[in-house]
């Protein structure tokens, strides 16, 4: 069975369904490619799909290591190229409210979110920019 079921609904948008979950996400082309940009384009959701990732896996390794990520939180900013139109770079800035203060446990985290899957799938010449500000 298919992970997800995708269907375009015109005007350059898309809807994709997350076949376990019935999950929805929509994506619009953005502003500046012909869109309306009413949704995440999916360029974003790339970009969206590290930061998330990041966390996912410095949860599990919290998880395991009886730490809680609370107050963690990320933006992301994806940098455009042109000729051709790519994502030339992914900036993710992390600041936590409360991290731990023992640095071994905050640099096993770094060290799982630089390594998670997107983060290892991407390709090597999409820059990405990780602060972790804590």
Known sequence: M????SSYSGNLR?????????????TDAPLDNNGK???FSPTDLVSAALGSCMVTIMGIVAQRDGISLENLSWNITKVMQSNPRKISEIIVDFDWKTPVADKAILQKLKN???TCPVALSLDPEIKQTVNFNF
């Open 37 to 39: 940009g009413e949704a």
């Open 112 to 114: 799982a979110a630089k």
């Open 2 to 5: 298919a992970t997800i079921k």
């Open 14 to 26: 898309t809807e994709m369904t997350h076949q376990l979950s019935g999950n929805k996400i929509i």
